[in-house]
């Protein structure tokens, strides 16, 4: 089955950084949208960031902006999380997610998604 996996969360302290990775195993990323997903305990999922096929269009939460940088190389069939300035209500599962998607855009909206991966925690702390 197509499949993505997470991989580079953990614990951090506030006002650190962490890169998250999401790697395609048994497909290619280079048709696919890619989103960025958290859902912390008690809240819905939600969108943090996406990027579209070719890189060239990125959308980011609110919440996010200015801290997160999504990004992708498509050679390594992987996409990368940069979350710097962290705070504790970033603590959360974060999942990748892919979209077939030939617009050159990408949604953040869980419907838009269809692969999705495991999840990795994030948990920011003292």
């Known amino acids: 089955q197509l499949q993505l996996v997470e991989s580079g969360g953990g614990l951090v302290q506030p006002g650190g950084s962490l890169r998250l990775s999401c790697a395609a195993s048994?497909?290619?990323?280079?048709?696919?949208?890619i989103g960025w997903f958290r859902q912390a305990p008690g809240k819905e999922r939600e969108g943090i960031s996406c990027?579209?096929?070719?890189?060239?269009?990125?959308n980011y939460a609110d919440s996010v902006k200015g801290r997160f940088t999504i990004s992708r190389d498509n050679a390594k069939n992987t996409v990368y999380l940069q979350m710097n300035s962290l705070k504790s209500e970033d603590t959360a599962v974060y999942y990748c997610?892919?979209?077939?998607?030939?617009?050159?855009?990408?949604?953040?909206?869980?419907?838009?998604?269809?692969?999705w991966g495991q999840g990795a925690l994030v948990s920011v702390s003292s």
């Open positions: 997610a892919a979209d077939w998607n030939l617009s050159g855009e990408c949604v953040l909206s869980v419907s838009a998604f269809e692969i």
């Open positions: 990027i579209s096929r070719s890189g060239g269009s990125t």
């Open positions: 048994r497909f290619t990323l280079n048709y696919y949208a």
